[in-house]
């Protein structure tokens, strides 16, 4: 009853913020309303599935099965040319010492169709064999990000909003360290537990930040009419990961001493822009950039990762990041928890 | 109730207590008086555990203070120098949320807040968030949340700076309250007047250190200035000012308000002998009124600073 008590006091306090409001509701969605109409088409986002056409027996037959999003038929090339004059099927693979693409017209399918085997034909020039590599791993992503860049957008600021509970976090945890507020001093003098007040905080946050985000989903389905999660508990699951990281990250910087909350949160929104711009929030070809020349840094940015697995398992149905992500977030967070749990320990100051 | 031995309290270079000590005893009103900076909130952040410090021993209610010690915390009541409230939260909600920190039963914290409503006299303003109150009504809403959990000891720091004089006296009254049932209470302030209304005892700190305590009375008798006399003439005579030092026991003569202040030293006789004097001399006086050693003066003579509000 206790911590429900607390739990309560702290929703309302940051229910008469304007800036949760404003930075979490009116600000992402206002992006998305910029998104959609600085780009095209947005209608459906997610890949259909691409019909081809492969000569019987080709040697790619096998690997071109194990992407999702390709149904493969096995036919000869008059026939084939048929079905896609009639616009039954997208592309023809065929020429068995050379990978070739037959296609009759050109579009979005075809583009990405296209990538698929540039991508084949680089590994096995390479010297693997066809058969031996993970397609889904890692060959698709940057060339089918080229053919729909929009959707990156949305991830990218999904992938933000998701860390937002980080604001509230960091206002709490200082509202409990005698050496950061006024409050503080009352908190520390009262026997109330710090590790309740501890969770509370971080429910709090969840609390708040989990409906701010459904909000906002809700509002992309809605008025943006758009699907972008074909996985949608897995999405959510991750969604929900990233938001324990964004209060972990709030906590670990609210507990930095002796800079004012205020200060605390420009840096917050700083950092989190710049992870976001990294991530890709505006425009993919940073992403490329950065892939390019200093892969760590989208290897260990929580966002880019986000972005990213939610556009693998959404848009190409390619769950192989998927744990690895999860247990990035998760660690992330972990680690931040355990640093806050240490510090809060404490009881005395030398200085407040 | 509390006992402070020798506490020393460092700030980097800064000696902030130097071997400070006092003891309250329970149900009495003690000041801790002293100009800013002396380090009256810094003794308090030591009572209370929040602040180490480097040497010395603290008791409260006879145990050692310890931040683990959550049953004396939960007898101890705080009101901050500084508002501790959220601007978010109502007065209703401010109180109950602190309240809340110390009394879990759900009914008997609504009661007590009432009470504390009552007491602080903001029953009109309680749907009010802090900004919409004045700095004098802010203040006894900070006052409302440290006590409401009705605390055996109170430590209020500086409860009446920036305060309107009508709330001041509101304030003084309350804690006068809070003593007749029973609250012993620790009050720091650098205004020596109401520190002498108000207090039963006194601490008189400067840099650190005590350097006087007790009653009014018997502060008074730890100086030497005892008495001052102030004498108003009919006729205005340069010579009265170099008459009235040949008086044994007068320490200097001053002039205030057109009349002449006679400072003696310490000893039984001196307005007998003083009107015997001017009689002898033949002085006509309209006024005389003797006034003992204020606050200002022990103050004053014991540090050979002015401390003035
Ligand atoms: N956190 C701190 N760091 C360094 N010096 C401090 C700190 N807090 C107080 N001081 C210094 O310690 C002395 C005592 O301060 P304080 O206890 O606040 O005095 P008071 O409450 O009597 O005005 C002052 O000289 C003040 O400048
Ligand atoms: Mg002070």
Known sequence: MVIL????????????????????????????????????????????????????????????????????????????????????MAGYVHGSTELELLVTETGINQTILQSVLDQIRNVSASGIPFQNFDYDQEYIIPNSQNAEPETVLFYALISMISIYGMFSAIEFVSTVQPNLSLMGARFSASPYSKYKFLFSSVASSLLLNVLSNTVVLSAIAIFYQMSLFTELWSTLLLIFIANMTGIGLGLFIGLIPGINANIKTTFAVIFMITLSFLAGLMGPEIRTIIGENMPWLNTLNPLARMTDTMYRINFLGNYSDYLPTIGLLLAYALLLFGVTLLVLRRKQYDSI | ????????????????????????????????????????????????????????????????????????????????????????????????????????????????????????????????????????????????????????LLFMDEPTVAVDAQSRNFILEGIRKMKAQGTTIIYTTHY??????????????????????????????????????????????????????????????????????????????????????????????????????????????????????
């Open chain 2, 192 to 309: 020596l007047e109401e520190a002498e209304q108000l207090c039963d005892r006194m601490v008189i700190m400067d840099s650190g250190r005590n350097i006087a305590s007790g009653t009014v009375h018997e502060l008074q008798n730890t100086i030497s200035t005892q008495e001052r006399i102030e004498v108003g003439f009919i006729t205005e005579d340069q010579t009265i000012e170099a008459q009235l030092e040949e008086l044994p026991h007068v320490v200097k003569v001053t002039k205030r308000n057109g009349n002449y202040l006679i400072h003696f030293e310490k000893q039984e006789n001196n307005l007998p002998d003083l009107i015997k004097f001017m009689e002898s001399r033949g002085m006509s006086y309209t006024e005389l009124s003797s006034e003992r050693s204020t606050l200002s003066d022990i103050f004053l003579e014991l540090t050979g600073k002015e401390l003035r509000d």
């Open chain 1, 5 to 88: 008590r607390m739990i309560r006091y702290l929703i309302s306090i940051n229910f008469k913020d304007f800036g949760y409001w404003f930075w979490t509701l009116c600000y992402p969605l206002l992006m998305c309303g910029l998104f959609t109409m600085t780009t095209s088409s947005m209608g459906g986002t997610e890949i259909e599935d691409i019909e081809v056409g492969i000569e019987p027996g080709h040697p790619v037959t096998e690997v071109l099965g194990t992407i999702d999003f390709i149904v493969l038929t096995e036919l000869g090339e008059s026939e084939a040319v048929d079905r896609m004059k009639a616009g039954e």
């Open chain 2, 1 to 152: 109730m509390i006992r402070m031995e020798n506490v020393v309290k460092r700030y980097n270079e800064l000696i902030a207590l130097d071997h400070f000590s006092f003891a309250a005893k329970e149900g009495e009103i003690i000041g801790l008086l002293g100009p800013n900076g002396c380090g009256k909130t810094t003794a308090i952040n030591c009572m209370l555990s929040l602040l180490t410090f480097d040497k010395g021993e603290i008791e409260i209610f006879g145990q050692q203070v310890h931040p683990n010690n959550n049953a004396v915390k939960s007898r101890i009541g705080i009101v901050p120098q500084e508002l501790a409230i959220f601007d978010k939260l109502n007065v209703y909600e401010n109180i109950d949320f602190y309240c809340g920190l110390y009394v879990t039963d759900r009914k008997k914290r609504k009661a007590l807040v009432e009470e504390a409503i009552e007491f602080v006299d903001l029953g009109k303003y309680r749907k009010f968030v802090p900004k919409k109150l004045s700095g004098g009504l802010k203040r006894r809403l900070n006052i409302a949340c440290g006590i409401a959990h009705k605390p055996a």
